[in-house]
T-cell receptor, first 116, second 114 residues
Framework: GAGVSQSPSNKVTEKGKDVELRCDPI?????LYWYRQSLGQGLEFLIY????????KSGLPSDRFSAERTGGSVSTLTIQRTQQEDSAVYLC??????????????FGEGSWLTVV | AQSVTQLGSHVSVSEGALVLLRCNYS??????LFWYVQYPNQGLQLLLK??????LVKGINGFEAEFKKSETSFHLTKPSAHMSDAAEYFC????????????FGTGTKLQVIP
């Protein structure tokens, strides 16, 4: 696609429910990132994918968070048993290839999650 | 560990005044450097980036940044602020290390006063 596409753009969920956030990266981009942006905070790295594998999951805040990527394209971030502190904007980004520090990372518009 | 520091979480300037947003990185090896802008309720958009070559980099919307290795800085400037520049600005440093590791600063929110 022309840009990184994320869905849903907004999600309100009840505490304790599971949510899935979807990311469709730019076509041909093999690297995919998930970040979290809480109100008034910077960007918190969550996980990185190269193809379908995730060599760096170090940013996932707890075992309630998981992510997968299939076909080297679409990725899903799943948050189980949501808590109020999970309320944030979840940003997905992609870039052309791994290991190339000069690559531009392109961001989606984000998925705004509110846990009530 | 690599880090990116943005001085000032909030900066206010008058319309038409100089914009200066500060960014310093901390690493032994100079990284590639980026500035992103985030308008309200939107994702991040690339303003400009420094990879190699000329240390003064020009970006979109009249912004530019200068890489100064001796000062480990990559400050963002614009000669004359416009109301439409009101947004949050993020500095980022990118390193190679198996994969492209990108570290973001905490952001600077720019307010433009008419």
């Amino acid at each position: 696609g022309a840009g990184v596409s994320q869905s849903p753009s907004n999600k309100v969920t009840e505490k304790g429910k599971d949510v899935e956030l979807r990311c469709d990266p730019i076509s041909g981009h093999t690297a995919l990132y998930w970040y979290r942006q809480s109100l008034g905070q910077g960007l918190e790295f969550l996980i990185y994918f190269q193809g379908n594998s995730a060599p760096d999951k170090s940013g996932l805040p707890s075992d309630r968070f998981s992510a997968e990527r299939t076909g080297g394209s679409v990725s899903t971030l799943t948050i189980q048993r949501t808590q109020q502190e999970d309320s944030a904007v979840y940003l997905c980004a992609s870039s052309l290839a791994s290991g190339q520090a000069r690559n531009t990372i392109y961001f989606g518009e984000g998925s705004w999650l509110t846990v009530v | 560990a690599q880090s990116v520091t943005q001085l000032g979480s909030h900066v206010s300037v008058s319309e038409g005044a100089l914009v200066l947003l500060r960014c310093n990185y901390s690493s032994s090896v100079p990284p590639y450097l980026f500035w992103y802008v985030q308008y309200p309720n939107q994702g991040l958009q690339l303003l400009l980036k420094y990879t190699t070559g000329a240390t003064l980099v020009k970006g979109i919307n009249g912004f530019e940044a200068e890489f100064k290795k001796s000062e480990t800085s990559f400050h963002l400037t614009k000669p004359s602020a416009h109301m439409s520049d009101a947004a949050e600005y993020f500095c980022a440093a990118s390193y190679s290390g198996g994969y492209q590791k990108v570290t973001f600063g905490t952001g600077t929110k720019l307010q433009v006063i008419p």
